[in-house]
């Protein structure tokens, strides 16, 4: 979108789908040794510049940057003699960045 001239804001939304598939290793318990964790989940990865054109060949900007997402699955201990535990995961990101780019004719 542009706001003036020389001042243009750009964002982008990305869905995302996730598939967990990973292994917990307990180093304090040897008799656990590794247990398998699997699961399945979603986020969402959120992004939005601001740009300036300093010249018509050249650009600056700032944007940021977000990450959600989250998984639901199963830890499975069965093979230590304990029943599959649910579990929900989750994480976030996030950040500032800077950027510059020019057009090459």
């Not at 990865?45 to 600056?60: G, M, P, R, S, T």
Request: hydrophobic content about 40%; charged content about 20%.
């Amino acid at each position: 979108m542009q706001l003036t001239g020389h001042l243009s804001l750009s964002a982008e939304v990305a869905l995302l789908f996730t598939r967990l598939d990973g292994k917990d290793q307990h180093h304090m318990h040897s008799f656990i040794g590794q247990i398998p964790k699997d699961g399945d989940g979603h986020g969402v990865q959120i992004e939005a510049v601001l740009k300036y054109e300093v010249a018509d060949l050249f650009n600056i900007g700032v944007g940021s940057r977000y990450w959600g997402v989250a998984a639901n699955g199963t830890a499975h201990f069965e093979k230590v003699g304990f029943s599959p535990q649910v579990e929900k995961w989750e994480v976030e990101r996030y950040g500032v960045f800077v950027q510059a780019s020019i057009k090459f004719n």
